[in-house]
């Protein structure tokens, strides 16, 4: 029995490792988004804006990681999201909540609106992209990132915070910010 006990806790201390390590690759990139974005810079009719780049770096980051794990875990994929990406994912969007809604508090124009819910929408699917080679299950990203639907998770809740109250999307309109189940 204190063998299972040790073996659970080194478990334990291998996943905590493992979720410090991908928030430690992460963090810097939307960190450095506070201050080297121009958030409240003017944007042209019909001009085209496109995610920051903190965000494709995050998503890189993320997902090389994940390509780590699945290589050296002996664990299904819906293991290594339960007991490990979950837990990353969290402090991924923490600090996603912290650059918008901390941070870039000062920055309230509608262009700085436009370009939060451009950078958040466009995490949200790349995170769900299906044509990656690596990918969260289908029911990784119901959980988290399919925003209109009711249940969930602490991560759906604080993007939908976000978008609510940050970037000035309505309840009624997170279908067109979240991820979409092609199949449903």
Not at 17 to 37: G, L, Y
Not at 63 to 70: D, G, N, R, Y
Not at 100 to 112: E, H, P
Not at 128 to 137: A, G, R
């Amino acid at each position: 029995m204190e063998a299972e006990n040790e073996l659970d806790a080194h478990i334990t201390d291998i996943q905590t490792k493992f979720v410090a390590i991908i928030n430690d690759a992460c963090k810097p990139a939307i960190e450095a988004a506070a201050t080297s974005i121009d958030w409240d810079a003017p944007i042209e009719k019909n001009q085209v804006v496109n995610a920051a780049s903190y965000v494709e770096a995050t998503v890189t980051t993320l997902f090389s990681m994940i390509k780590i794990l699945c290589q050296v875990l002996q664990l299904t994929q819906a293991q290594i999201e339960d007991e490990i990406l979950e837990t990353a994912m969290g402090k991924i969007v923490n600090h996603l909540h912290s650059l918008f809604v901390d941070k870039t508090a000062l920055f309230c124009s509608r262009f700085a609106k436009k370009r939060m819910k451009v950078d958040l929408k466009s995490f949200i699917h790349s995170v769900c992209d299906d044509t990656k080679p690596q990918k969260f299950t289908s029911e990784f990203k119901q959980k988290h990132f399919l925003l209109t639907s009711e249940g969930g998770s602490k991560i759906k809740e604080t993007l939908i915070e976000i978008f609510t109250t940050r970037c000035g999307v309505k309840r009624e309109e997170l279908a067109e910010v979240s991820w979409v189940d092609v199949l449903e």
